[in-house]
């Protein structure tokens, strides 16, 4: 028989049996999706700033792209938000991957916010003293250079400067925009790594202290790879459980209310073990991202090690980031599980709250107790969440839109006061700050003051509305709890007022750097943000309210 003959008896055979269907195109909405297409564009075009503006340039260039990107893309989201798709006209886009509703577009909006001020702190360039005639950044001048060889003194002695920072910092908002808004599992594993990864990389760039920032990089990243590999684990065992990577999908089979079985998973669906096991795992990767004990560990040498400016960003936006991510897998995907994840999550709670709390107790460097203290921040956002009904939302909502500005704020005083070495984050060199530069004191004495939730900051709005929302929904020994560890941490938060204000000045004692407007942009916006939420949140919590419904 000749091969035509084959040939076509294939085909005719195939086109009897089984008819191809047309494949349909794929229905993108793009209008919808513009806020983390807008970042991905930019970020692509700070990737050709770099291949081809000449270096002189590129600083300017690369802060620009990304300040307009940043506000184009808000600009997206408030349109989005105004047109009623937080709302009413929720749903379901980019064929079942991409989730428009108000609590995806509130957290995008607040960590595009995060992002144009955390740029700003990226971009700070007169905290330094000037070397060789070139104003200098936080950032190495030559990322791939050995920690003290020729090639980097070379490298600073040319006055180069790490621009690539700026399409960095794109990418992980970009990650973290799809990362609450993901709508299926695969979704989200893809935007955890595509914020991850940027994230690892900009934790090493330090321009001083780079062995310990190196460090610190190695470990988040070391870490960061093994709370991946659960979450992609746990992602395979709930594939398994349910046949399908999609929400909707996986809660309808957690439910019992699916229709269309698939005769070729009829056997692994339904096993409990399966739902427990993975649903577990991929949990076990978002608590890792927020920093709740015992997934900590990395938080405070990563935040000590990293460039500051970094610290801040990552310490606000990864957290408002994977707490959407979150609410949404609780919410939507899990809610028929709700009794088995409430008492682990009260367990975690607690011991995060507690754990945040007395440790930071002992801490000597100013950015390992903020990163303690964020840890306790985590409990205390994760008793909104296990309050399972729409006022624990929209609290957490509000907690996340409130800790966001004042952690940046915190972290861009940090880069203030300096000494010969660079930033001086010992506990001791901050004594009798708020004599030699009381205004800079007295601005983080109010972040202070804040974290520690005393009225009229945003932190006790942020407090109250998530303990009323936990009481509410049943969880009333946690509140108790969380007020016990609010009062420890007071303890140590008002010892750095105390230090700062009551001590006598040390003459060898760091000074405080005269900012550029960029930086100073940041604090203002940041104080504002703490007093204005404090004083008058209700218009916030109002917004928040509204986007509180999950679209399913």
């Known amino acids: 028989m000749s091969a035509t003959a084959v040939h076509s008896l294939w085909t005719t055979a195939a086109t009897a049996a089984d008819p191809i269907s047309k494949i349909n195109a794929p229905k993108i909405e793009y209008g919808q999706l513009s806020p983390t297409l807008i970042i991905l564009g930019a970020a692509l075009i700070g990737v050709l700033v770099e291949a081809f503006v000449p270096r002189k340039s590129r600083y300017y260039a690369q802060v620009f792209v990304s300040a307009v990107a940043l506000c184009a893309a808000f600009a997206a989201v408030v349109a989005l938000a105004a047109d009623g798709y937080g709302t009413t006209k929720a749903h379901i886009a980019a064929m079942g991957a991409i989730a428009v509703d108000g609590p995806a577009l509130f957290l995008q909006g607040v960590i595009l916010l995060s992002g144009l001020v955390g740029l700003f702190t990226f971009a700070e360039r007169r905290l330094d003293p000037e070397a060789h005639g070139n104003r200098v950044d936080s950032f190495a001048a030559q990322a791939a250079s050995v920690p003290g060889s020729d090639s980097e003194k070379a490298a600073v002695k040319a006055g180069f400067t790490t621009t690539e920072v700026f399409p960095l ?320 941490a007071a303890f140590f938060y008002i010892r750095v007022i105390v230090l700062m204000f009551f001590s006598e000045p040390r003459p060898d004692g760091p000074t405080v750097a005269v900012p550029s407007p960029l930086t100073m942009a940041t604090i203002g916006v940041a104080v504002a943000a703490t007093l204005v939420l404090g004083v008058a949140p209700q218009y916030f919590l109002d917004l928040a309210n509204q986007a509180g419904v999950f679209v399913r």
Not at 228 to 250: D, E, H, N, Q, V
Request: charged residues 10%.
């Open 169 to 488: 910092l794109l990418f992980a908002v970009a990650g973290m925009l799809v990362f609450p808004s993901a709508n299926d599992l695969l979704t989200l594993f893809v935007a955890l790594e595509v914020f991850s990864l940027p994230l690892y990389l900009l934790c090493a760039l330090a321009r001083r202290k780079r062995l310990l920032s190196q460090e610190a990089a190695v470990k988040y990243f070391l870490l960061g790879a093994f709370a991946s590999a659960f979450t992609l684990f746990g992602i395979a065992l709930l594939y398994g459980y349910a046949g399908s990577m999609s929400y909707a999908t996986i809660s309808q089979v957690v439910d019992g209310s699916i229709t269309n079985i698939n005769p070729a998973l009829a056997d692994t669906m339904g096993n409990d073990a399966l739902l427990l096991i993975g649903g577990a795992m991929i949990v076990m990767g978002l608590l890792f991202k927020v920093g709740a004990v015992p997934f900590h560990m990395w938080t405070p040498d990563v935040y000590q090690g990293a460039p500051t400016p970094v610290t801040g960003f990552m310490a606000a936006a990864t957290k408002v980031a994977a707490f959407g991510a979150l609410l949404r897998l609780l919410y939507v995907v899990l809610p028929g599980l709700r009794w088995d994840w409430r008492p682990v999550m009260w367990g975690v709670a607690i011991i995060t709250m507690l754990g945040g709390a007395i440790v930071a107790i002992t801490q000597t460097d100013i950015k390992r107790l903020l990163a303690y203290s964020s840890i306790a921040h985590a409990g205390f956002i994760l008793a909104g969440v296990i309050a399972t009904t729409r006022d624990g939302v929209s609290s957490v909502l509000f907690y996340l839109g409130a800790y966001s500005f004042v952690t940046i704020g915190a972290f861009a005083v940090v880069t203030l006061v300096r000494d010969a070495g660079g930033e001086a984050t010992h506990l001791s060199k901050w004594a009798g700050l708020g004599r030699r530069s009381p205004l800079v004191a007295a601005v983080f004495a109010v972040f202070l003051l804040s974290f520690a939730g005393i009225p009229l900051t945003a932190g006790f709005a942020g407090k109250f509305a998530v303990f009323k929302a936990a009481a509410a929904g049943g969880a009333a020994p946690l509140v108790v709890v969380g007020v016990l560890s609010s009062a420890i």
